[in-house]
């Protein structure tokens, strides 16, 4: 129940196309899901986060659509660029406690075509 | 900008040896995590640090692990003996008072067990 899986493993678009990721979780106390980008050799980096009172966030090209129902949230690349080649992590927190940790998918590694 | 800090970069030891990890945590943050990822896997929780003790810690986090803030600025994993299996990227990681999960990481210390 405290998994996370995410799809696809791998995923290839040419430049200028969108690029979807998805997650999908099982436990209802998850209340934060946030998106990190790891370049090789570098740790994740936040990307972007959604929390479940909203069914969508956009931050630029970058776009969470969850719902809430289904347990399910995505990751939207709008004009894929070759800079966004990297692997992408969805995760899953709960505020409550003292921990705050973070539960990660499997990982998706984007690769956009020039 | 404010960044975590992890040294050494690459950690390279003998089977049964002893490693201390070191990261210096974003200053005015007060949760500290570390994480591990095995090459090619996701980024595994492992253990969360709060006013001075551990919050919540994985199955990994065996009693060949432990955690230390020694000083006011250094947060520190500690590996008594370690395994071939210890071999990953291993990655702390902070979070300030008011959210706890937006949590950010340093680039990590690759850790590999001859």
């Known amino acids: 129940q405290q998994q996370v899986k995410q799809s696809p493993q791998s995923l290839i678009v040419q430049k200028g196309g969108i690029s979807i990721i998805n997650c999908a979780y099982e436990?209802?106390?998850?209340?934060?899901f946030p998106w990190y980008q790891q370049f090789p050799g570098k740790g994740p980096a936040l990307l972007i986060a959604?929390?479940?009172?909203?069914s969508e966030k956009k931050e630029g090209r970058f776009t969470i659509s969850f719902n809430k129902s289904a347990k399910q949230f995505s990751l939207h690349i709008m004009d894929s660029q070759p800079g966004d080649s990297a692997t992408y992590f969805c995760a899953a927190s709960t505020g409550s406690g003292n921990t705050g940790k973070l539960i990660f998918g499997q990982g998706t590694t984007l690769q956009v075509k020039p | 900008e404010p960044e975590v800090t992890q040294t050494p970069s690459h950690q390279v030891t003998q089977m049964g040896q002893e490693v201390i990890l070191r990261c210096v945590p974003i200053?005015?943050?007060?949760?500290f995590y570390w994480y591990r990822q095995i090459l090619g896997q996701k980024v595994e929780f492992l253990v969360s640090?709060?006013?001075?003790?551990?919050?919540?810690k994985s199955e990994i986090f065996d009693d060949q692990f432990s955690v230390e803030r020694p000083d006011g600025s250094n947060f520190t994993l500690k590996i008594r003996s370690t395994k071939l299996e210890d071999s990953a990227m291993y990655f702390c990681?902070?979070?300030?008072?008011?959210?706890?999960?937006?949590?950010?990481f340093g680039a990590g210390t690759r850790l590999s067990v001859l």
């Open positions: 640090f709060y006013n001075n003790e551990i919050s919540e």
């Open positions: 200053s005015n943050h007060l949760y």
């Open positions: 959604i929390r479940p009172d909203v």
């Open positions: 990681a902070s979070s300030g008072w008011i959210a706890k999960n937006i949590q950010y």
């Open positions: 436990n209802t106390a998850f209340d934060y």
